[in-house]
C-alpha cells in the first residue's frame, strides 16, 4: 500500500499509440485520480506514444526490445520503474518477467472479458475479431494483476458492452475503449485507496 498522504507513483508500460496513458494522465490532471505518472517505458522507439508522453511532459525512456538480448530488456525495464508504487501496462506488447518484489503491483487491461480471448497473440484487433467470430453477445474489458503468464492473474473489474449485430472489429473497439477509460482509473484508484486486498489468488474489495 502507498503512503496515503502523497499521489500514488505510477509507471506506465507501452508499446504502442498511447491512448490509455493519456486517460490516465487526463484523470490525474482533472483531480479524478490522486497519482503521479513518474515514468512511461516503452518497448518501441518509433511509436505515437512515446511523442505524445514527451509532448505530455513525462518522463519516457525507450527500451528497445528488438535491439537487447531478454536478459538485458529485464534489467533496464526493472531499472526504468524503480520509485514506484504500482505498474501500469498500457498496451505493452514485449514479455517482461515480473520480478518477485513486483509482484501484487503490476496490473494490466484487456480489452475483453478474461479468461476469454486471452493469451498469447491476443491483442488489438486481433481480440475484437476473435470476439465476432465467436458470434459472442457482450464483451468489455477486464483489469487484472499480471502474473508470469500472458492475460492472467486475479482479476480486480470488468466492464460489459454489447456486441451487436452491425459491429465491425473498428466499432466494437471503440465501444470497448470507452469502458477501459472508465474501468483503469476506476481499478488505480481502488489501489490507491488501499481498498483491494489479494488472497489465495482472488482480489478482495474492500468498501
Same mark, same amino acid.
Given at each position: ?6 499521489? =500514488?507513483?505510477?509507471?506506465?508500460? +507501452?508499446?504502442? %499509440? ?18 503521479? +505518472? ?7 522507439? %518509433?511509436?505515437? *506514444? ?18 537487447? $538480448? ?10 526504468? +520503474? ?16 515480473? $520480478?518477485?518484489?513486483?509482484? *501484487? ?51 480486480? =473489474? ?6 451487436? $449485430? ?8 471503440a465501444r470497448v475503449f470507452k469502458q477501459e477509460c472508465i474501468a483503469y482509473p476506476a481499478a488505480v484508484s481502488l489501489f490507491a485507496e488501499g481498498r483491494i486486498a489479494l488472497k489465495d489468488g482472488k482480489v478482495h474489495i474492500r468498501g
Amino acid at each position: 500500500m502507498s503512503d496515503p498522504l502523497r499521489p =500514488l507513483r505510477l509507471a506506465v508500460l +507501452i508499446s504502442g %499509440g498511447g491512448r490509455t496513458l493519456l486517460n490516465l494522465q487526463k484523470h490525474i490532471v482533472e483531480g479524478n485520480l490522486r497519482a503521479d +505518472i513518474r515514468a512511461v517505458v516503452s518497448s518501441r522507439g %518509433g511509436v505515437a *506514444g512515446v511523442e505524445r508522453s514527451r509532448e505530455a511532459g513525462l518522463r519516457t525512456i525507450v527500451v528497445e526490445r528488438r535491439a537487447l $538480448p531478454a536478459e538485458a530488456f529485464q534489467e533496464r525495464v526493472t531499472k526504468a +520503474i524503480a520509485g514506484a508504487d504500482l505498474v501500469c501496462m498500457a498496451g505493452f506488447l514485449s514479455l517482461w518477467r515480473i $520480478p518477485k518484489e513486483w509482484q *501484487g503491483r503490476v496490473i494490466n487491461m484487456h480489452p475483453a472479458l478474461l479468461p476469454q480471448f486471452g493469451g498469447p497473440g491476443m491483442y488489438g484487433h486481433r481480440v475484437h475479431e476473435a470476439v465476432l467470430a465467436a458470434k459472442s453477445t457482450v464483451s468489455g474489458c477486464t483489469v487484472h494483476f499480471c502474473d508470469n503468464e500472458y492475460d492472467h492473474g486475479p482479476i480486480i =473489474l470488468q466492464r460489459k458492452v454489447p456486441v451487436l $449485430p452491425d459491429d465491425t472489429p473498428d466499432t466494437l473497439a471503440a465501444r470497448v475503449f470507452k469502458q477501459e477509460c472508465i474501468a483503469y482509473p476506476a481499478a488505480v484508484s481502488l489501489f490507491a485507496e488501499g481498498r483491494i486486498a489479494l488472497k489465495d489468488g482472488k482480489v478482495h474489495i474492500r468498501g
